[in-house]
């Protein structure tokens, strides 16, 4: 388990008792941001989540997806039980969370919101999602991740 020092996303996994592991980098080239972290990594894409802010019928939620994919507002708002989903601006996903785009945690976000997951992260016995900043992973189990955050595992993926 890594020390609980650095962002609201660490403390919280550490107050927790959630093992993990925290995984530093300095991103290279890719063709998008995700793939540059995957290939500072050197893990596959698929085991490499990013987190998503959208507005499912006026209510805001999470999406966490694989870097490798893109994530369908469609599957996302049926998952959820809504009929309309969108994803929401840097600004307001910035706001929502008290974290910076590149860097939004699933984990010690300003308030806990609905959460789903695709279902691609049971696939593996370790994911990697952003630590709370840009430069900084998180390694940790897929059903840690899912239990924690009490997070529904559906099809989100195009």
Do not use: N, W
């Amino acid at each position: 388990m890594a020390t609980s020092s650095g962002t609201p996303g660490l403390q919280e996994l550490s107050v927790a008792g959630i093992s993990f592991e925290v995984h530093p980098y300095e991103p290279g080239s890719g063709e998008t941001y995700g793939e540059a972290v995957a290939a500072a990594l050197g893990v596959d894409p698929d085991r490499l989540f990013k987190t998503l802010l959208a507005d499912v019928d006026g209510e805001p939620v999470v999406g966490i997806v694989p870097v490798s994919a893109r994530l369908s507002t469609k599957a996302l708002a049926r998952a959820s039980g809504g009929k309309k989903a969108r994803l929401l601006a840097p600004a307001a996903a910035e706001r929502l969370t008290g974290y910076v785009i590149g860097g939004i945690s699933p984990f010690g976000q300003k308030r806990r919101l609905p959460t789903l997951v695709d279902e691609m992260i049971e696939a593996f016995d370790t994911v990697f999602v952003s630590a709370g900043r840009r430069g900084l992973q998180i390694e940790l189990a897929p059903r840690d991740l899912i239990a924690h955050l009490g997070a529904t595992v559906a099809d989100l993926c195009e």
